[in-house]
């Protein structure tokens, strides 16, 4: 089976964050391939997977890198899917490096941003994008954000019964 | 015709800022609707909007606002279309403000940010994604990435032609 | 009895830190009640627990969330009780992302931030508020601040005589 | 009449953004005074009108100040009424200084802190918590909402009726 | 014997950083004062502080606070003697909060600042002051810049004699 | 006669803030020197000037510099006489740059930081340093003071008098 | 006669300030090139660029871009030359964005990165990387230092003479 | 075997950063000195040492520091050599304030910054200034991009093979 979403990061110690993406992608029974790929240290690699990613049936390119982030950036030079970036929180500078170096883009060529470390909603975001033309992927994103809201109401009313202070104490 | 696109923002004000979306679609020959909808002066109307985006015919929703820019979370808190969120820039904090709060949102709830005043971008986005079902704006994407390529290489030419105190003074 | 201050919040991570303004809440002996309710994730519970505030007898509301920290900006356009926004703190940009989607709210509709993880700050202001019709609470207030004060003479005190080696020590 | 209300400010230069305050104030019919007062210059004067502010009748204090911006906490600190900040833009840093100053009280002694130049803001929470109090203060409140709306759904009809290019025109 | 300087801070959570101004002080043989005093929560015995400084015999006065860092402000607006500001780092933003709010004083009242946490230098400034007109503390002064000289060359020695390798095994 | 304070700058463009410390020192009867020196491009100048600053009678030095603001760091690193910095606003970053490069000062070696462009306040440090065993500049500060209070008092009167609306049309 | 230096950006408009590096460079007699090159409109050509420069008998790369600035950071990763980056200011964030993802780079690929539009001191830094293996042309690196050094000095002594009022008037 | 490049930083406590440049150095065959040297503490060593560099035989310098990071500048003061700066991480902001006070050098005194803590980056940057005039050390330059882009396929390879659940237990 193909994969419809492609997962890459600059460097394999993304994967711990970028791992959220593939999670919920496979929730929603949506295939996708992880790959680390750095648009500085395998820039033809990285380029290459970009310019061939439409012909190899992708249909969102979601990209993770931190500090100086070119990754997404450098993979929607390169295509013209959709990529999604996720900016990765650093050492130093918790990721406000990488949040602005994925989001400011300059005109003509868009990188979606999710927040750092994001990778959870980027596979949603991913999943909301394919939805488009598949009712049953949107249907289960209906399920989803059913469940979600569920889960916040049975906190909530959790909370009501027990107090915060036993909640707390779970 | 019916809009594939819905642009909404936080106050006229922004206007001059999201006509960019609006114009960019118009490019590329997909209808869109252009509102003001606040998430905190028109709630009712900006949560009715969103939950009736898919049934209205939407694909994508386009949020702009500035400062504590709620508008991109609060309608992505209550569709499953795609949400593209705007930072509109501010007075005081130039947009970083606008930046944080339509970026940084929670696990479950994705918005795909552009960059602050971004707004061309956040078009182009919304057209890969309704490309991704449109073989024929899909070909315009290409198109339209090869006619920026050709115009840098025209300026790159031209600068190596007249040199650089000549180009600056045109 | 009823509650006079509702003190929600996004997540029920968010509990630890807002868990101070129900237990200063209790020592002035006003009734709150706590409820997890997330912009994004249950919307329609969110505004309408917003709307329904005044009706139901609340003086003031308490909001706290994290990242693009839209519940209390959501809380405060659907309702005209004055809303207390907490920030609270994020793991990768240590809160001034909640900050920021907190207080910088546009005209018309304020919310009162406090400080990053402020919920004993923002129980102490919903008492300062209830207390503008409430002599008996506003008597506790001054009782509340000079004991402050005593407590800070004490230990000023106590490092005169004992020093600050010792002091360090204790 | 006795002004409810009292509006400080720690420079004259301040009153270009502390009258909106008394502005939307007197919308509201709420009596207000205006008054320089610096907790560095005239710190004597600005902690005697905070000690003396619930006697004088002031239900709620509004304090406006910009840079190093400590007149609201200082007036927080000698009164058990509630206390407004309005961070004021400065011209080197355009206000992240006024505001951090302002809004990251210690625990004890909340400022309830509104938008950099929110004064706007600050006057229609003064009103809201009048309005715990005062039924027509807060009958006004609603339909001062209303009208918000009403505002916002007149522009984006507009906005409809002869699209954006004409509305960016007027 | 009378104390030339005197340390204050809005909490005692602050002595373990405060206390290295105590230390450098009687490393240099003078004489301090080590009082916990705050701007919000002792206003009145802050501010006495101040006014009695100079007929005290202080010389200097050194304060340090955290966040909304006001202390050294007020203190300065109380007294004709330099202020010296420490901003204690604090657990959000770490310390700009302090930094912006101790620095970004108002003209007509000037906070001699630090760096965050800079307990110490706090302590050598007030040295440097104090040897305007004492010879002998300028002495002083001249002999410990000369040991931090020799203590880097004493490293720097070491470092090409041992090697890096070894020096870090130290 | 002989100078006391040095006031030095980066680059002639510091001058038009750094005027504002020989201003106010010659409003309080201090001789001042100005030179131009900077950490970068003369820097034996600038040490020299440091090393000799001591023997030549000066009893403070004020250095400016904007960006990467190293004169008053390393000046500092020359003498003992107490150094002011003023960290001079940059044109990309606003200060925060020059604030930092200023502020942030490893222990052993302090600069008395002030205001981004602060220079005014940077003189008043100056003459509370020389005021140390100076009974008659003392005085005059004592009467500085005095007078800004009045300043204020005075605009607070005319506000009460004539309202808000007229203060501001004058 | 062959260039020495690349001087790419990524936008023509980035070119009133790239113009400086040009500028410096011809001051020392070197040969330079200048072009418009976009890591995301022109990717191809910027990597060729980037992988042939060696071959093409370039010593040095300067690369100027804004906002999430990639173009530096892609060139290095498709050459061994030292690549030096230029973070041009952005009308939002003014810079710092641009200076982040210039700088931040990941282990492996360095960017000499200079300040925000430094571009004058890329040339400088290109001279000297040059320099190294032209005993001439770092002759005129100690040329130019001492010119810059009589420049200020020329400008102290002139301050001196007629006194900052009068140099101020000039 | 004479040095090729001076590593300095200001304080011991550096080492554990900037031996990294150290390391890649020898790595590439090039020998390289180690010494602790402060712009402040031993202002007259640190600027002999960048005025002896050129005759004693280095190339470049290699400067770390934090906080008020004065010494990579300082060093470019004094040769004509290239200087690498270092920005060290710093306690408190994690060392923002060191990148600015590196990067934000004035027009005539370059300073290549490199990330915060990336002294391994500023020993490749050495290398590559270095490889200028050596036909060898480019090739070993070469190679070394070779490895980098080898080990980043191999994991991805690795990765597709076992999968990320795998990889991640690794």
Same mark, same amino acid.
């Given at each position: 089976m193909t994969s419809l979403v492609g997962i890459i990061m600059g460097s394999d110690s993304d994967l711990s964050v970028m791992k959220d993406a593939a999670e919920i992608l496979r929730e929603f029974g949506i295939e996708s391939e992880v790959k680390v790929l750095s648009a500085h240290r395998t820039p033809d690699q990285a380029i290459e997977y970009a310019k061939n990613a439409e012909a190899n049936g992708l249909? %969102?390119?979601?990209?993770?890198?931190?500090g100086a982030a070119? !990754?997404?950036? %450098?993979?929607?030079?390169?295509? %013209? !899917?959709? %990529?999604?970036?996720v900016p990765i929180s650093t050492k130093a500078l918790r990721g406000i490096?990488? !949040?602005l170096s994925t989001a400011q883009m300059p005109p003509g060529i868009p990188v979606a941003t999710v927040a750092i470390n994001g990778a959870k909603n980027a596979g949603i975001l991913a999943v909301q994008i394919i939805a488009e033309g598949n009712a049953e992927v949107r249907e289960k994103l209906r399920a989803y954000k059913k469940k979600m809201e569920m889960d916040v109401l049975a906190k909530t009313e959790k909370l009501g019964e027990i107090g915060y202070e036993e909640y707390l104490k779970q």
């Open positions: 249909k %969102v390119i979601i990209a993770g890198a931190g070119h !990754l997404a950036g %450098v993979t929607a030079g390169n295509t %013209v !899917l959709p %990529v999604i970036g490096d990488s !949040l």
